[in-house]
């Protein structure tokens, strides 16, 4: 055997495995204290400089970007909005804005060709005196006239102008930044201005950035860098230069022995190993170098974000720029694959300048290509996932686990972050491709996440520690979810691609809309990761010279089946044909096309519901999804056959009893037995209250009744000795029976000048119950005392409900199915059917509306199960039970277990 001398080659090895234990402990001792902390962080606020007064002259709906730049810089903001369809109050605000005491003007979507010659002089004069100008347009490939304007103001573009992309994480927004490359900085003696240009039109809600690809990159991220972008244009203009600048951070990590300096003794899977844990330590050097020599001394503040990971963390670190100097080195815990690594430039507690780095970290084991198979899956099914990974040339032997490997870890989560199926195998040491499938369950909500981690664990589960240092890919996934039962709620939404759009339809997700409309490609995918489903517009196809559709000629047949291909992603989908594809009357259409419309969208998705609407949007439909308006005596000429959709859409109510009317709304459709409510907004920002108080009384509705009524059998509501009612009650009353439930509702007239109040009698041998009680009782007589707008039930059984038996598990694993089966025990007869409604409460208390179920109960016993998730928080929930014709109520306690200690497999 050879045997050589011990180099210093070998010596780093030994120092190396030495120090591993403690730089790992180190380096997460230096980001614990605010990892789970940090949500983001302001960009410049406080300003060193101080504030910067800001007048800003936007449409009426585009002050969103103004709160959110106001919250990330050191600015004083007074806005004046317009009418862009209206020049006289473009320029009313522009002239208020220009006599406000400002050190900057923010200008949106505003033409100088629709100001008067007043407020440009005006405008001119203050520019003259050295108001900076950011003025932003969005459709249009710049201002002609802004230039013209600024000449005689000795405003000239730069020569060298500043990019404001370079130092905010550009590199990264190469595909989404638009308009901030087409900017154009102009200078002169006592005034600076900015113009973005931006090519697409103005997203809702925005003023200074542009509408934002949801799937090019991680939305809030990049949103949070276009501000700042936008916020470095404003200081700029605004005359805000700091006092030294943040240029650029240069990676100083170490490449490792090369080929001249290594033994020619050591094995060569030895040396691979020592090149990579050189290359890939847990702590890695970077310079922060400055533009000029420190004027005094800095502190540096750090933050790492990582897209589409929703992992970030942030501290202050240990080392400073002394005064003098020109860069300083770094030790920051930063992982693998891209990062965005911040820099903040600290006097104190007041920021300097900032600066954003993308880095692309190297990874191993390594990603090559990566197939997720589809991108279209059922809530139960299977995906098969390949990965080509590339391993270590050497096993990994060191001090701080003998067990250390390199592993694949594959994980799926729904849009509502439940992790529904996970897996992990070890890697193999050379570049080869793995194969998995995994089984996917129960999984909620439109959209799913499938994630691919490859990293260097023991038997360590997925934490976030291994997730930030491992190769990574992603892919967004789109489920195919049945109908929802009972009532399902549909609003007019523009299916907008911006973050402020997503923000939109994550509030109503979260308010139980199902579905909006129009949902219009390329943004279904977006709209399903909002949590939200959306209605195809099939319109402007195929129509002959009369305005009919041509479903007779090859080229409409296809042109109908291709449109509603493109929706069947999303099946069960809806679709409304309308536009030019609509006539004056659906019916004319229909017998003018000699091919059904609904045969041709049902062969490209046979499960597709359709909905041909006129204009206006009320006239009965085709198939099984028809629409009506939202009118008491016109519902009574609609009768819903099983399994149709039947819905009533209504535009938002007015008039002094708004609230009234629009509350009972999902009354209205329930006991009606319609199972869709399509509300259309006039205009968010004046009836979002209304809506929210629709929402929420539709929450109440579907808190089972929505099911209920659905499933009862309308009766004739003739004089009932049991029921005594006003003579002059103008509300709705319906008699209905389920089971052997009789069922009393009443929905007071939201016109009505007062309370109305009925009395009912249970009758012989009868027992009588109010199911919206707080405390369920059997009643001989109940008296409901409604205000306008308001819902009284009254159910008569036969029977006293003693309590209700429930039978499951006290204690489960993370990932199982917990099967849950109630009994209704009842008294003086055998129980009827019964319909329970079960909501699940976290550890916290807090209602988990996804675990939400309502069951029918056959003849007193029903069955359901919670597909509980991988990430599901161990500990002890609560599960309550209400039956919904008595309201007596059961509830009882669970545990999710813990995963064992290191227990093989665990992905969390």
């Given at each position: 055997m050879r045997r050589f001398e011990r180099g210093p080659l070998v010596h780093a090895i030994a120092a190396?495995?030495?120090?591993?234990?403690?730089?790992?402990?180190?380096?997460q001792a230096r980001v614990r204290e605010h990892e789970s902390a940090v949500t983001s962080l302001?960009?410049?606020?406080?300003l060193k400089s101080g504030p910067v007064r800001v007048a800003a002259v936007v449409p009426r709906d585009g002050a969103g970007d103004l709160v959110a730049l106001e919250q990330d810089f050191d600015l004083r903001v007074e806005t004046y909005v317009f009418d862009e369809a209206d020049a006289e109050s473009s320029d009313a605000a522009l002239a208020s804005a220009l006599a406000a005491e400002s050190d900057a003007l923010i200008v949106s979507s505003l033409k100088l060709a629709d100001l008067s010659t007043t407020s440009r002089e005006a405008l001119a004069a203050r520019v003259r005196g050295g108001m900076g100008l950011f003025w932003v347009g969005f459709a249009t490939s710049g201002e002609p006239e802004l230039r013209e304007f600024l000449a005689p103001l000795d405003l000239a573009p730069e020569e060298n102008p500043p990019d404001f992309t370079a130092r905010a994480g550009g590199a990264a927004l190469a595909d989404l930044r638009p308009g901030f490359d087409?900017?154009?900085?102009?200078?002169?003696a006592q005034a600076r201005a900015v113009e973005f240009r931006f090519w697409r039109q103005r997203p809702d809600g925005h003023a200074a950035i542009p509408l934002t690809p949801l799937d090019a990159l991680d939305a809030p991220m990049s949103v949070e860098n276009y501000r700042a972008i936008a916020g470095r244009a404003l200081l700029w203009a605004a005359r805000r230069d700091p006092e030294a600048a943040l240029l650029r951070i240069e990676d100083r990590a170490p490449e490792g022995p090369d080929a001249l300096s290594t033994p020619p003794q050591l094995p060569p899977q030895f040396v691979e190993r020592v090149r990579q844990s050189a290359m890939a330590g847990v702590l890695r050097s970077y310079a922060v170098v400055l533009d000029r020599p420190a004027?005094?001394?800095?502190?540096?503040?750090?933050?790492?974000r990582y897209p589409d990971r929703s992992i970030e963390w942030a501290y202050t670190a240990e080392e400073s720029i002394d005064k003098g100097a020109t860069q300083a080195l770094l030790s920051v815990p930063t992982g693998a694959g891209r990062c965005f690594l911040d820099v903040w430039l600290m006097d104190g507690p007041k920021v300097v300048d900032w600066l954003t780095q993308v880095l692309e970290l190297p990874t191993l084991p390594s990603l090559g290509v990566v197939n997720f198979g589809r991108v279209v899956i059922e809530p139960n099914d299977h995906l098969r996932i390949s990965a080509q990974v590339r391993g270590r040339l050497a096993p990994i032997s060191d001090t701080s686990s003998s067990r250390a490997r390199d592993v694949l870890f594959l994980r799926v989560t729904d849009s509502l972050g439940r992790i529904v199926a996970a897996h992990d195998a070890a890697a193999p040491a050379d570049a080869a491709e793995m194969i998995h499938e995994l089984a996917l369950l129960d999984l909620l909500g439109p959209y799913a996440r499938a994630e691919v981690f490859a990293a260097t664990a023991g038997d360590s589960p997925l934490t976030p520690w291994i997730r930030e240092r491992a190769a990574y890919r992603s892919a967004n996934l789109v489920v195919r979810q049945p109908l929802p039962p009972g009532l399902a709620l549909f609003v007019d939404e523009a299916g907008e691609g911006s973050f402020a759009g997503s923000a939109r339809r994550r509030a109503l997700a979260a308010q139980g809309v199902d579905f909006i409309f129009p949902g219009e490609e390329p943004d279904l995918g977006n709209i399903a990761a909002d949590g939200l489903r959306a209605i195809g517009r099939l319109d402007n196809l195929a129509t002959t010279a009369s305005g009919s559709i041509?479903?007779?000629?090859?080229?409409?047949?296809?042109?109908?089946r291709q449109a509603a291909a493109r929706y069947a992603s999303l099946r069960p989908g809806l679709y409304v044909v309308a536009g030019a594809n609509s006539a004056a009357s659906p019916a004319d259409a229909l017998e003018e096309s000699r091919v059904s419309i609904e045969k041709i969208v049902r062969k490209a998705d046979p499960r597709a519901l359709v909905a041909l609407l006129d204009g206006d949007f009320s006239a009965a439909g085709t198939g099984g999804f028809r629409v009506a308006p939202a009118d008491p005596e016109a519902l009574e000429n609609y009768e819903a056959a099983h399994g149709d959709y039947l819905a009533v859409r209504t535009p938002l109510p007015e008039g002094d009893r708004a609230f009234e009317r629009g509350r009972w709304l999902p009354w209205l459709c329930a006991l009606h037995q319609v199972n869709a409510l399509w509300i259309s907004p006039r205009g968010i920002a004046d009836d979002a209250a209304l809506l929210d108080a629709i929402l929420a009384e539709a929450g109440r509705v579907r808190e089972g009744f929505d099911v209920l009524f659905a499933r009862a059998r309308l009766a004739p509501l003739p004089d009932d000795p049991r029921v005594d009612a006003p003579k002059k009650f103008t509300g709705l009353a319906t008699r209905s029976e389920f089971g052997k439930a009789t069922i009393y509702a009443y929905l007071a007239d939201p016109e009505a000048a007062g309370k109305a109040t009925l009395r009912i009698s249970a009758g012989s041998g009868a027992q009588l119950y109010n199911p919206t009680?707080?405390?369920a009782r059997a009643l001989r007589t109940l008296q409901l005392k409604l205000r306008p707008g308001e819902t009284g039930i009254a159910c008569v059984l036969p029977y006293e409900v003693s309590r209700i038996a429930l039978e499951f598990p006290r204690s489960i694993a993370q990932g199982r199915r917990l099967t849950i089966r109630a009994t209704v025990k009842t008294k003086g007869a055998l129980p009827g059917d019964h319909v329970l409604r079960m909501n699940c409460f976290d550890l916290a208390g807090r209602p988990l509306k996804h675990y939400s179920r309502t069951m029918i109960a056959r003849e007193g016993a029903g069955m359901t199960w919670l597909p509980l998730a991988f990430n599901d928080a161990p500990g002890t929930y609560r599960i309550v039970v209400r039956d919904l014709l008595s309201g007596t109520e059961a509830e009882e306690w669970f545990t999710i277990q813990a995963p064992a200690e290191n227990a093989a497999g665990a992905v969390r």
């Open positions: 190396l495995a030495f120090a591993a234990c403690a730089e790992v402990a180190f380096a302001p960009w410049a606020k406080p087409d900017a154009t900085a102009y200078s002169g004027p005094r001394r800095y502190a540096l503040r750090v933050r790492a041509d479903t007779g000629s090859r080229s409409g047949v296809a042109a109908l009680a707080a405390e």
